[in-house]
């Protein structure tokens, strides 16, 4: 009934509307927003960027930030950190947050979540990511979506589809079959969109299988629209339609551009002359305000329910509150040796942190996800906050970061009383001092400190001149001569605590004289508060790796099987070979595996129990927390098919499940498995097929720390 109504409406609102009206809902009309019909009381529609916040306010007409003072926000955890935290629950509460912050400053869309598959450690937007594998991705968008459109705002899942690289990612074309899509890179777009319900949906930049995505139509019109039955707003990347009567005849909805000649968009004045020529039909326009109006019902933007619509709210005190559980459960304990941690803080008295990441800000980078932050605690302030003032803690830089330093180490007060120039002089000398020298300062400095100290903490990692939109990382060396600085510094402190903060794996040559190793992707606001936490142990860490932690890039299949940031052309022909899928099947030496993740207790499986079922099976388990904290456990199960015959992988990531155990506490789990989950996707038939054969049933705290198994026969 209301859904027949809805639909009247929008014919209804199509009959009245002209032909230039619709173009000015189809196409920017500034860099953010369409153009609304207010005659007919038809909004613009206001987009926003991004996955890790709600981005500053941008000029309608220039790409320059308003610099107003009311556009800071809450700053998200980026999606490696949700989805290291493995908690659909999580990834909800991530999302209500982003959307009502979305809603609380205006906006009906937010260009999030990204959810790439991460194919290759090098990708330079990994950060903005989820996982290597569909499933986990599949479990945390659903949620992430529901929870942001809980606010009257769109969720924009992007970038649909295979867009795993930057380098020349406008032009690149992604060469991809059909198997590897259905199995590997389709299923957490088609999961956002069945049961996610996700109103937007953003298409790639680059081209796949010699379309480009914005406006293929195999993949928009037939995939999307056809077989996923997506009825909701096809949104181009900014910049990424390139033809006119492609972008009509495809089942694109909104051109988006980064140029702000909006009449001469591909979807705007041009589209009209063609109309008016006759060589496009007018009916593509309607199907794309078609769409858009539907949205905009579902919005509450227009309608009878307009007056009820959410209105959001943003920096608020449950935002801030929400993030720093999320924070606090994506932290990773990768090592763990003697039990260094965690650390005492009643008994630290003499702490040295070292390394640029304990004091940096990384909110304010990252390219379209960027955001202006409310405020963001680093893990220096996190762990001097958590210390208070009985311990002294000392911090060191260690390694210098070019072009970053002393760009203003002369106070402005100091600066404008002349008679201090003599000072001024001796304050810029630094800045004259050669690099080399400097670089050699530092380290000292640092050796120094981590020789003094009882408690030595290095934080290092990336930055966002490394996980950067647009482009991608020429190896996974840590830069700034992180790695010689470690070396030396567990020379002289065998016992010290390494923290990565980063938004991607990086090479890890200290990584077996390194006793504790923690890691931490971009956290929020309240990262370093985190961190903090679990190396002091208020926090018992319970964050597992969403992806492996190869020892160096060319291990990744993606560079030596397929092609990677290749400029015109990349090939994945790796197929579903992609992360542990390929690691596991090889047995190849990584760092740490997919779904690692330490705890300060233990945890005791027992008792697996598989019974077939009519469509698949049930798995029964205990669970213990054997240890004496309480803590939770990411429980994991792996399907490996025996003796396939199809090239699957060694085994494949269907169900997880957290779970929250007080010291002794034991609980049954029992997951379930349809058919679905015994399938691999048949080329020949174009479908998923159920391989006759036998399977195992692994439980497991990792993909490679499996702890219980059995085998059925399914088929
Ligand atoms: C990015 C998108 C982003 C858009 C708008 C593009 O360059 O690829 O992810 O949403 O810009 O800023």
């Known amino acids: 009934m209301e859904e027949k109504k809805e639909a009247l409406l929008i014919e209804e609102l199509l009959e009245k509307l002209t032909l230039e009206e619709k173009v000015g809902m189809i196409h920017g009309a500034g860099l953010f927003r369409t ?79 990204g959810i790439n598959i991460k194919r290759s450690p090098l990708c330079g937007r990994n950060f903005e990511y989820m996982s290597e594998d569909p499933r986990l991705i599949e479990e945390l968008v659903v949620p992430m979506i529901k929870g942001i459109q809980k606010n009257d705002v769109a969720a924009c899942v992007k970038h649909f589809a295979a867009n795993s690289q930057e380098t020349e990612r406008l032009w690149v074309d992604t060469i991809v079959d059909e198997r590897t899509l259905e199995e590997i890179y389709f299923p957490g777009f088609k999961a956002a969109v069945e049961k996610g319900g996700v109103f937007s949906i953003m298409g790639a930049y680059n081209l796949l299988n010699g379309e ?120 990773i304990l990768l090592k763990n040796e003697q039990e260094l941690l965690p650390l005492d803080e009643k008994k630290v008295k003499k702490i040295a942190v070292i390394g640029q990441n304990a004091a940096a800000i990384h909110s304010n980078g990252g390219g379209s996800a960027e955001i202006k932050a409310l405020y963001e605690i680093s893990p220096l302030m996190g762990i001097k906050k958590l210390l208070g003032g009985n311990a002294k803690v000392y911090y060191a830089p260690g390694y210098v970061i070019p072009g970053k330093e002393n760009k203003s180490e002369i106070n402005w007060q100091a600066d404008s009383t002349k008679h201090l120039e003599e000072e001024k002089n001796q304050a810029t000398e630094p800045q004259t001092q050669n690099a080399a020298k400097k670089e050699q300062d530092y380290k000292e400095e640092a050796i120094r400190l981590a020789k003094e100290c009882d408690t030595v903490i290095f934080v290092g990692g990336l930055n966002h001149d490394y996980d950067l939109e647009g482009q991608d990382r020429a190896d996974m060396k840590l830069p ?23 938004g991607s794996p990086v090479k890890m040559p200290w990584v077996n004289k390194a006793k504790a190793i923690v890691w931490s992707y971009y956290a929020g606001m309240e990262g370093g508060t985190a961190i903090a936490e679990v190396l002091f142990g208020r ?96 429980v994991q199960l792996y399907v490996k098919p025996k003796d396939s015959a199809q090239g699957r992988p060694m085994h494949e990531l269907k169900a997880f ?30 479908e998923f097929v159920v391989e006759p054969c036998e399977y195992e049933i692994q439980i497991g705290a990792s993909s490679r720390d499996i702890r219980l198994s059995e085998s059925i026969l399914i088929g």
Request: aromatic content about 8%; some cysteine.
């Open 539 to 634: 926090v018992n860490p319970s964050g597992k790796l969403a992806e492996t932690m190869i020892q160096e890039s060319s291990q990744c299949p993606a560079h030596f099987i397929g092609s990677y940031a290749k400029k015109d052309k990349v090939e994945y022909k790796e197929g579903v070979m992609v992360g542990y899928r390929y690691y596991d099947t090889q047995n190849t030496p990584v760092n740490f595996c997919f779904g690692h993740g330490l705890s300060y207790t233990q945890f005791a499986y027992s008792k697996l129990d598989v019974k077939r079922e009519e469509n698949g099976c049930k798995a029964t388990f205990y669970l213990k927390n054997s240890g004496e904290r309480e803590g939770s456990e990411v």
């Open 657 to 686: 499940t957290k779970v929250f155990l007080k010291p002794g506490e034991e609980k049954k789990i029992e997951i379930m498995l349809d058919s679905r989950d015994f399938t691999y996707y048949d080329m020949k038939g174009h």
């Open 480 to 502: 700034y001569g992180q790695d010689e600085l470690l070396e030396a510094l567990l020379e002289v402190n065998p016992n010290m605590i390494t923290v990565i903060y980063a």
């Open 35 to 113: 153009e609304g019909v207010e005659r007919l009381g038809i909004p613009p529609l206001f987009m926003s960027d991004g996955p890790m916040g709600v981005r500053a306010e941008f000029a309608d007409n220039e790409w320059r930030s308003v610099g107003t003072t009311d556009d800071f926000v809450s700053y998200m955890p980026c999606n490696s950190a949700i989805a290291s935290t493995w908690n659909p629950e999580m990834a909800a509460l991530a999302g209500e947050v982003l959307g009502a912050e979305a809603r609380g400053r205006g906006k009906d869309v937010i260009l999030a979540p």
């Open 212 to 331: 480009h995505c914005c406006t293929s139509k195999s993949l928009l019109n037939k995939v999307l629209r056809e077989d996923w039955n997506f009825d909701g707003t096809v949104i181009s990347d900014w910049g990424g339609v390139h033809d006119t009567k492609l972008a009509a005849e495809s089942a694109l909805d909104i051109e988006m551009d980064v140029t702000y000649n909006f009449d001469k968009h591909n979807m705007a004045q041009p589209l009209i002359e063609k109309i008016k020529a006759g060589e496009i039909s007018e009916a593509c326009v309607d199907e794309k305000v078609r769409n858009i109006l539907r949205m905009m019902l579902r919005l509450h933007m227009i309608g009878e329910k307009k007056e009820h619509r959410s209105a959001g709210a943003y920096n608020t005190e449950m935002h801030r509150r929400n993030l720093l559980n999320a924070a606090r459960e994506s932290v």
